[in-house]
C-alpha cells in the first residue's frame, strides 16, 4: 500500500464488506478471517464431475465447472454478492476475482482456457448500475492469470421479469434466448472459461453456451463466484 492509499485508508477507512471491521493495509474487500471462514466448493479440484458441471449435463456441451463458495439466502457468501451487485462496489469484482484465482492458479484449473467471458448485463442494467460485476470478477481473474476479457462478442436482450421470483422451469423459458451472438472471431476455435456471480439453476449460464453453439471449434467452461447449495 502506498503512502497516497494509506493517506486514503485513514480519511475514509476500507471496511470488510462480510463482517464490516476494517481491513488491514494488506486485506481487499474481505478481511482474513471471513476468508477462512467461508465455505469452499473446490470443485476446481475435480472440474469435471462435481455437483455443479452436472448441472449442465444433457442440456449443453461444457467441459469444465467451479464455483469459488457456496451460496445460503443471508449467508457470508451471499453479503459479499450483495455487496457486489448492488451496493455500487466495482473494486469488490476486482478484488474477488484476484481471491478467487488466487486459490485456484495452484489447481491448473486455468492452464488450458484460451479467454475469459463475463456474463454480459443488459444495456438498461448495466446505465443502472454503472458495471457489469460478472466482469469486474474476469478483470480481477485477468489481472492473475494474464488471461484476455472478451466483452463484445455476446449481446443481452432486455431483461423482462425478475428472476428471483420464478420457478426453476419458468426461469429456463425465460432467459432461453436472452443472449445473442453480435462478433464471434474472438471465439472461433478457442476454449473460452465464462464468468459470472451466481449459479443457482444454471439457466443464465445455458442460454450464454446456447449463444455461443454456431461458434466453430469453440470449448466452454463455467466459473462462478458462488454456487446455490441444496440440502
Ligand atoms: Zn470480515
Known sequence: MNWWSRFLDCVSPRMCVICNHRLAP???SVCCSCLFSLHRTDFHLTPYDNKM???????VPIEKAAAFVYFHPHSDPAQMVYQLK????PDIGIDLGRIMAQEMIPSDFFQDIDALLPVPLADKRMRQRGYNQSEQLAIGIHQLTHLPVITKALRRKSFHQSQTKLFRWERQENVSDTFQLVDDHELTGRHVLLIDDVCTTGATLCACINALKDVEDIRCSILTLSFTKKD
Open 26 to 28: 494488506t486485506e481487499h
Open 53 to 59: 458441471a452436472r448441472l449442465f449435463w444433457g442440456l
Open 86 to 89: 448492488y451496493a455500487n462496489h
